[in-house]
């Protein structure tokens, strides 16, 4: 059972980052909309679908399995994976203000520009580099 858990732990992993690295593109492209056209509209749907159908559940799914993992592999005293866990909630808390951002941009309130969603876009793939690394290097 094990091994299912494992490859349904990283899926939902690859969704989640799948999502995490789509979405702030989608508030670039959705900062050069005007407020109420058709594409501004087109970005709403696209963003709260995302979030709603792929990033919310596949971070639930990763969260759930990855603490099965950790409990039926006994690796809660390495000390790699406290580095992990410090990562993922770092991504998790992203996953919160993208998720402040999707309400924001459907009501019309994006106060932010396309250079900040730019810049914002990077940090979950630092966060996944970091992970992968303490995954399977376990260099501690």
């Known amino acids: 059972m094990y091994e299912w858990i494992k490859a349904l732990h990283v899926i939902a992993v690859i969704s989640w980052m799948a999502g995490m690295l789509y979405l702030p593109r989608l ?3 959705h ?5 109420g056209s058709k594409q501004s509209e087109t970005f709403k749907v696209m963003e709260r679908r995302l979030l709603k159908a792929i990033i919310n559940p596949a971070m639930i799914v990763t969260w759930l399995a990855g603490l099965y993992l950790a409990w039926a592999g006994h690796w809660f005293a ?3 994976l ?3 866990l410090l990562l ?3 991504l998790s808390g992203a996953h919160g203000f993208f998720s402040r951002w999707v309400k924001d941009f459907a009501a019309d309130r994006n106060a932010r520009s396309q250079k ?3 810049i914002i876009n990077e940090i979950p793939t630092i966060l996944m580099i970091g ?5 399977v290097v376990k260099p501690f």
């Open 116 to 118: 900040f969603y730019r």
């Open 31 to 35: 900062c050069e909309a005007e407020v």
């Open 27 to 29: 508030f670039v492209y």
């Open 78 to 80: 390495a000390p790699w």
């Open 82 to 84: 406290h580095g992990k």
């Open 88 to 90: 993922v909630l770092v």
């Open 131 to 135: 992970i992968v690394i303490l995954v």
